[in-house]
């Protein structure tokens, strides 16, 4: 997991900073029009592969709430930080390395999600914008304990999951009017993560490392930005995630402030 991450942060790093290099010698000053602050909730429903070779399937459903404070460090270019809460539900899930075989119908597990986005303006042309934006989250779920149901003895399971997720591409917006821009979206979006069981029955005790992978890596969206105030604009974005026999999904919706 730990290589994973580091990855990917070299790949967004790799596709950032020639965005972020100027020939010349230039500070960008900060000043308040370039502060923005973002909140988002989003859920999503997307196929994870698990087990040893990868070869068994379920569903991973996710909700986020999500802080982004951040600002404008060269014209066009807006890098903000991802702070926030996270709920993972991981059932269906099957752990066969332990003393007793488990399922999960755990529901829910909290957790928190932490990150960051890079937003950079490539062309500007009549009503249209290009723009390519990268996202990285990494939740890290909280170590949660439950009784084992179905034995004459009293039985615990410990579990402890986490997830990282990558995406980037480009984006197509149309400015409709001064108040109200839609815009598509293709990018690259790759989940991955491990889920920790551990088991103790009387003497008997076990621990297994899940590992997880998204079924697709593809998104397509649609969304919508308005500004309903000055400064203050409303956003909707809903994504499909394609695959042979089934449809991944995300719903978003948020608020920027630039102050």
Same mark, same amino acid.
């Given at each position: 997991?730990?290589?994973?991450?580091?990855?990917?942060?070299?790949?967004?790093?790799?596709?950032?900073?020639?965005?972020?290099?100027? $020939?010349?010698?230039?500070?960008? &000053?900060?000043?308040?029009?370039?502060?923005? +602050? =973002?909140?988002?909730?989003?859920? %999503? #429903?997307?196929?994870?592969?698990?087990?040893?070779?990868?070869?068994?399937?379920?569903?991973?459903?996710?909700?986020?709430?999500?802080?982004? $404070?951040?600002?404008?460090?060269? &014209?066009?270019?807006?890098?903000?930080?991802? +702070? =926030?809460?996270?709920?993972?539900? %991981? #059932?269906?899930?099957?752990?066969?390395?332990?003393?007793?075989?488990?399922?999960?119908?755990?529901?829910?597990?909290?957790?928190?999600?932490?990150?960051?986005?890079?937003?950079?303006?490539?062309?500007?042309?009549?009503?249209?914008?290009?723009?390519?934006?990268?996202? %990285?989250?990494?939740?890290?779920?909280?170590?949660?304990?439950?009784?084992?149901?179905?034995?004459?003895?009293?039985?615990?399971?410990?579990?402890?999951?986490?997830?990282?997720?990558?995406?980037?591409?480009?984006?197509?917006?149309?400015?409709?009017?001064?108040?109200?821009?839609?815009?598509?979206?293709?990018?690259?979006?790759?989940?991955?993560?491990?889920?920790?069981?551990?088991?103790?029955?009387?003497?008997?005790?076990?621990?297994?490392?899940?590992?997880?992978?998204?079924?697709?890596?593809?998104?397509?969206?649609?969304?919508?930005?308005?500004?309903?105030?000055?400064?203050?604009?409303?956003?909707?974005?809903?994504?499909?995630?394609?695959?042979?026999?089934?449809?991944?999904?995300?719903?978003?919706?948020?608020?920027?402030?630039?102050?």
């Amino acid at each position: 997991m730990a290589k994973q991450i580091c990855l990917s942060v070299m790949i967004i790093s790799l596709i950032t900073v020639p965005l972020f290099s100027s $020939p010349q010698s230039y500070q960008p &000053e900060i000043s308040s029009k370039h502060i923005k +602050l =973002g909140i988002e909730a989003e859920f %999503f #429903d997307r196929l994870i592969k698990w087990d040893e070779n990868l070869d068994q399937t379920s569903s991973l459903k996710s909700y986020l709430f999500l802080l982004k $404070p951040g600002y404008e460090i060269i &014209e066009g270019t807006f890098v903000s930080a991802v +702070l =926030g809460y996270s709920l993972s539900n %991981f #059932d269906q899930m099957i752990f066969r390395e332990l003393p007793f075989s488990l399922e999960l119908n755990t529901g829910y597990i909290d957790g928190i999600a932490l990150g960051g986005n890079v937003l950079a303006r490539i062309i500007d042309y009549s009503d249209f914008t290009l723009t390519v934006r990268g996202q %990285f989250i990494y939740y890290m779920g909280f170590k949660d304990q439950w009784e084992i149901p179905g034995l004459n003895v009293e039985g615990t399971a410990t579990g402890t999951p986490s997830w990282a997720r990558l995406a980037a591409g480009p984006k197509v917006s149309f400015h409709v009017s001064e108040y109200l821009r839609p815009y598509v979206s293709a990018q690259y979006d790759r989940l991955w993560g491990t889920f920790n069981m551990e088991e103790e029955i009387e003497e008997l005790s076990g621990e297994q490392d899940m590992k997880i992978e998204s079924k697709s890596c593809i998104n397509f969206s649609v969304g919508v930005l308005y500004e309903i105030i000055d400064q203050l604009d409303l956003k909707a974005e809903a994504s499909v995630l394609p695959l042979e026999s089934s449809i991944g999904l995300s719903i978003m919706a948020g608020a920027i402030y630039s102050f």
